[in-house]
């Protein structure tokens, strides 16, 4: 009985203080380290180009009610060839869609910066969206519900690094 508890309490504790660690390299074999912790609104990223880790603020996390995790996703989002990364989580409503923030590699100073929607554009969805990328096109589409309908947005990266909307439709 006091094996099962203790059995219990580790695995408490382990799924109390866990977090997501994730480790790439770029194609100019610059490592990069992020570090996730769990129910954490910050993160942090370490990159063999520079040697202080670069705190990112102001990660969206889900479970205030509902107890689902963030995640990391890794992917080329402005097709530059090099590896950006997103957090996202499922949405604390009906949970029928997941929230990205996307985070964009700078080659030169090996640092992570945010993908913003422009102010100077008008989506159907008011964040980013289950992401969907479209590699031929160099494209990536979110997807969101409002009210009865599905939105989608095309966006795309212009040449200056710049986030543009392509297109919104609903259905």
């Not at 202080?52 to 009610?65: D, M, R, T, V, Y």
Request: glycine residues 4%; positive net charge; charged residues 25%.
């Amino acid at each position: 009985m006091k094996i099962a508890i203790l059995y219990i309490l580790i695995l408490f504790s382990a799924n109390c203080f866990s977090q997501k660690n994730i480790e790439f390299y770029q194609k100019d074999q610059t490592k990069i380290k992020i570090n996730l912790p769990k129910d954490s609104e910050k993160l942090e990223v370490h990159s063999s180009k520079n040697n202080k880790p670069q705190i990112i603020l102001n990660i969206e996390i889900s479970g205030s009610i509902t107890g689902k995790e963030s995640n990391i996703e890794i992917e080329d989002y402005n097709f530059d060839g090099y590896k950006d990364f997103s957090v996202y989580h499922t949405d604390d409503g009906m949970g029928v869609y997941r929230v990205y923030q996307i985070f964009i590699y700078n080659p030169t100073n090996g640092l992570f910066k945010e993908a913003k929607i422009p102010s100077n554009s008008s989506p159907e969805c008011s964040e980013f969206c289950d992401v969907a990328i479209n590699k031929k096109d160099k494209t990536f589409e979110s997807t969101c519900r409002g009210a009865a309908r599905w939105h989608t947005d095309r966006w795309k990266f212009n040449k200056n690094n710049k986030l543009t909307l392509l297109k919104s439709k609903s259905e």
